[in-house]
């Protein structure tokens, strides 16, 4: 059960902070915020992982606690807005 509020509340943590610091704005509530934020620490944890070999990015992945998952969650997070943006994008 422990595991589960850790993962809400570091994909709360990390979807708020992308969505702040994400140019534009981004529609969705808590629950979308959170999503962003769980899915963003699984692919930031990856890509740190893949790409630094970074152990913190490791702990993004398994939703633990320290600045370097929450960075790398935000990263993984804020990423996924941009790809969700271009895939959403209408044709003018």
Do not use: C, D
Request: aromatic share 8%.
């Amino acid at each position: 059960m422990g595991n589960i509020i850790a993962w809400l509340v570091l994909g709360l943590i990390a979807g708020a902070l992308a969505k702040l610091f994400y140019p534009g704005t981004q529609g969705g509530g808590i629950v979308s915020t959170i999503i962003l934020g769980i899915l963003g620490a699984v692919v930031g944890g990856y890509l740190g992982q893949v790409l630094l070999g970074s152990g913190s990015a490791a702990a993004a992945s398994a939703g633990a606690f320290s600045l370097g998952s929450i960075l790398f969650a935000v990263l993984g997070a804020m990423l996924l807005i941009f790809l969700w943006g271009l895939l959403t994008r209408r044709a003018v």
